[in-house]
């Protein structure tokens, strides 16, 4: 099942064409050929991007919301506990 979004299968997006596309049917865009990988844009819709540098999710500045990894796509909820930690992501992972 693909989600309405999207979603990423290492560096190719997999998405579900719109009607004005020709119908319901899986559209994939290999982002590697392109020197790109797959994740969200700074409008949250899954495309080709620029791989962004490695960096661990964080909460700092993020107590009590999730913090989702743009390329990846895993999310961390970022509880009550990081003003005493600062750093729930990696105090968890």
Not at 23 to 52: F, H, N, Q
């Amino acid at each position: 099942m693909t989600p309405h979004a999207g979603r990423c299968e290492g560096d190719t997006v997999v998405r579900r064409a719109t009607p004005e596309e020709g119908g319901y049917r899986l559209l994939t865009t290999d982002c590697s050929v392109l020197g790109l990988t797959c994740g969200l844009d700074e409008s949250d819709e899954l495309t080709c991007i620029e791989a962004p540098e490695p960096s661990p999710l964080s909460c700092v500045g993020h107590c009590g919301d999730p913090v989702r990894d743009p390329v990846s796509g895993d999310v961390c909820f970022c509880d009550d506990d990081c003003v005493e930690w600062n750093d729930c992501c990696d105090d968890k992972a």
